[in-house]
């Protein structure tokens, strides 16, 4: 890091520790943690590939629906309040996962996990550094994602691990009080907010033709739905990916634990390229950088395909932590350089619930082919191919929208 952004973020540290922590916290309604445990939920409700996708699609699919209402109340509370209130939302979920022992109630469960955690957790930490940050939202995205790349690389290989120690229902009362204990944390950074609601009205920053948007507007432009298969594609196959990763494993020959040893590496590059990524959209804008970040997973994916060594999966991982660190900032940023910040709550509330509905397309859409015998492996190839078409679609709006860009001062 440049001494300018160890600066920034000893100026910052309460308000980017509160975004890192959040995004922590995350991972616990996050496809790269529950799939640690999609054997021992196999195993123990009786479920086929093709069915714990099902049910899992089912409870995803139910939270991207209600992050189009509940993710506006990111507008209308406080960080401090709203944090809290998820967290504890997202320890109950934990625990009803430790004790459930019905079929049925398993896509509630996971609709629990997946709206708490991956949906309004993350909601909460990205709106925001956005409403925090306006000339440096790129660095607090950045630096508030590596909460997320922190628990990406580090609990995947450790409750792996620790599963041949403690039954999964066990470590997922671990992730319950686990998640507990950071609410006093999350009390003591949130004394005082960057941006009393008080006052957001003032200092929010206008977007496309200097005009304060609302979902309602940015829903009838083309550009949000230029957008969609990007900001759906990633979502969906990364998800499939980490969601299959003992079916993956047992396909190349590789043992679980080995597999998943190779995530922190990809963690690495992904938080690397996350304040590469930051530093770029403080300086030439995320517009510019839009239509480049998804190219690694052409490359990523085609490697699952055809990889036949640990390396060379080690290497595609990390080519998905290349496109995830555009992922995290990039996509991020689009929302509050295009649309404005006064209703950054609402607007990324109808994007987070496309992300979300990508991620329970993925699992269901790719579980029910390997049932009807498509190959897990061979669905990697038309992966690749999806963000090609993603980035296709995207160019010609975004060129347009660009030009009613309001002019830096």
Not at 191 to 203: A, K
């Amino acid at each position: 890091m440049t001494p300018g952004y160890i600066q920034f973020i000893r100026e910052n540290a309460p308000f980017l520790a509160t975004g890192a922590l959040l995004s922590f916290l995350s991972s616990f309604g996050q496809t790269f943690f529950i799939a640690v445990f999609a054997g021992d939920i196999r195993a123990e409700f009786n479920l086929s590939h093709g069915d714990w996708g099902l049910l899992y699609m089912l409870g995803t699919g139910a939270s991207a629906v209600a992050m189009v209402f509940a993710g506006g109340l990111a507008d209308r509370f406080r960080v401090r309040s709203l944090g809290i209130i998820v967290a504890a939302m997202l320890a109950a979920a934990c625990f009803t996962m430790a004790y459930n022992t019905t079929t049925i109630i398993l896509p509630f469960v996971i609709f629990a996990l997946r709206f708490t955690g991956q949906g309004m957790m993350t909601h909460t930490a990205v709106v925001a550094m956005a409403r925090w940050f306006v000339a440096t939202r790129g660095k607090a995205l950045a630096i508030a994602g590596l909460g997320y790349m922190l628990a990406e690389a580090t609990l995947p290989l450790t409750f792996v691990w620790l599963k041949t120690f403690a039954s999964w229902r066990t470590l997922w009362i671990c992730a319950a009080i686990f998640t507990l204990a950071m609410i006093p944390v999350l009390i003591r950074l949130l004394r005082l907010e960057r941006t009393p609601q008080s006052v957001t009205q003032e200092n929010a920053s206008p977007g496309m033709g200097g005009h304060h948007w609302t979902r309602r507007d940015a829903l009838r432009h083309p550009l949000f739905w230029a957008l969609t298969p990007t900001i759906m594609f990633f979502p969906a196959f990364a998800t499939a990916f980490w969601f299959h990763q003992v079916h993956f494993a047992d396909l190349k020959g590789y043992s679980h634990l080995a597999l998943v040893s190779v995530f922190p590496i990809g963690t690495g590059v992904l938080a690397v390229s996350s304040i590469a990524y930051g530093w770029l959209i403080d300086r030439i804008g995320a517009k510019t950088i839009l239509p480049f970040y998804l190219l690694p997973l052409v490359a990523a994916f085609t490697l699952h395909w055809s990889a036949d060594h640990l390396a060379w999966t080690a290497l595609a991982v990390c080519l998905m932590g290349l496109a995830g660190g555009g992922q995290a900032t990039v996509l991020m940023a689009i929302w509050s350089e295009f649309y404005g910040t006064r209703h950054i709550g609402s607007i990324k509330a109808a994007a987070t619930a496309v992300m979300v509905l990508g991620s329970a397309i993925g699992p269901g859409l790719s579980g029910w082919l390997i049932d009807i015998g498509v190959g897990f492996e061979q669905q990697m190839l038309g992966y690749a191919a999806s963000f090609i078409v993603a980035i296709l679609v995207m160019l010609v709006p975004l060129k347009n929208a660009s030009k009613d860009l309001p002019t830096a001062p």
